[in-house]
Structures are given as C-alpha cells and as structure tokens.
C-alpha cells in the first residue's frame, strides 16, 4: 500500500520558518510529480506547489518567492521550505504523489497542520 507521511507542521509565529517533508513509500518516486497542497478551515484544498521529476517547480502565486519545493529522490521525500510565513498561510498541508501513466496513478497523504500565530 502506498504511503505518503508527512512531517514538520507546527506553531511558528509571523514571519518565521517551517519545513516539511513528506516520505513517499511503496511507489517509484522519482517518476512521480509531487506536491503540496493546503486547506484552511471552511476553505476548498488548494494548491501550493509542484515539483516534477525533471525537477521543474511551480508555485501558487501566494507563495512564490517565500516557499520553496524539493525533492530527492533516494530519499524518496520531498520538502517544503516555508519562509515569511503569515497568518494566512495557516491550514493542513497535505502532500500529493501523480503520475499520469496510463494508468493515472493519485496519492494523497494524511496532512500536517501549520499555524502562524503570535
């Protein structure tokens, strides 16, 4: 069974730092894109950024130029290095594993909560 654990949520205040990782198993990573996505209380999941596995990036236009994706793939992981952080970027973050195949392969792991706060 694929599994995509994420890690590194927590309670920052404005303007700081967090990372996240997210460890994929059970899956070939590095043919897969991966992403991380976010959902706000009473808000729709929505995404945040993309890396694919040619290790082209693209972001959310709330983000760019404050967080940054990785991935590496011997680690089968991928991060998520979250600067200036504001308030609104408070929410789960959710990790994503796609592969269009065919078939069409989408996996999600079970999300890590991220509160800025002072």
């Known amino acids: 069974q694929v599994q995509l654990v994420e890690s590194g949520g927590g309670v920052v205040q404005p303007g700081g730092s967090l990372r996240l990782s997210c460890a994929a198993s059970r899956i070939i990573f590095s043919i897969y894109s991966m992403g991380w996505y976010r959902q706000a209380p009473g808000k729709q999941r929505e995404f945040v950024a993309l890396?694919?596995?040619?290790?082209?990036?693209n972001y959310a236009d709330s983000v760019q130029g404050r967080f940054t994706i990785s991935r590496d793939n011997a680690k089968n992981t991928v991060y998520l290095q979250m600067n200036s952080l504001k308030s609104e970027d408070t929410a789960v973050y959710y990790c994503?594993?796609?592969?269009?195949?065919?078939?069409?392969?989408?996996?999600w792991g079970q999300g890590t909560q991220v509160t800025i706060s002072s």
């Open positions: 994503n594993a796609y592969n269009g195949g065919p078939p069409t392969r989408d996996y």
């Open positions: 890396i694919t596995s040619g290790h082209i990036t």
